[in-house]
């Protein structure tokens, strides 16, 4: 099993920033993509930001040039700063991180979720 700790949420007037954390634990063999998502009131989750374990990056349209996403692989941990917070962005922000195991086997776990909210 592996567990994700999600930090950083908080609430800023558009145009602030934010930066948020997510740090892997427990029983990790081989990490591939880290990632970010968010869901607002009402909607899907959404893809926010990917990053792989090589480090290419892929970002929703919608936050392109404000947000980037970043990991460092020997702290096991997905970085998400996002600039020029709009209120749009408010939404609770989860990590997601696709492991293999030692065995071969492919899984993905959620993070318990952060609250960004923005205020015009």
């Known amino acids: 099993q592996v567990q994700l700790v999600e930090s950083g949420g908080g609430s800023v007037q558009a145009g602030g920033s934010l930066r948020l954390s997510c740090v892997a634990s427990?029983?990790?063999?081989?990490?591939?993509?880290m990632g970010w998502y968010r869901q607002a009131p009402g909607k899907q989750r959404e893809l926010v930001a990917v990053v792989t374990s090589g480090g290419s990056t892929h970002s929703a349209d919608s936050v392109k040039g404000r947000f980037t996403i970043s990991r460092d692989n020997a702290k096991n941990t997905v970085y998400l700063l996002m600039n020029s917070l709009q209120p749009e962005d408010t939404a609770a922000y989860y990590c997601?991180?696709?492991?293999?195991?030692?065995?071969?086997?492919?899984?993905?776990?959620w993070g318990q979720g952060t609250q960004v909210t923005v205020s015009s």
């Open positions: 427990g029983s990790i063999f081989n990490i591939n993509a």
């Open positions: 997601k991180v696709d492991h293999v195991s030692s065995g071969g086997v492919r899984d993905h776990y």
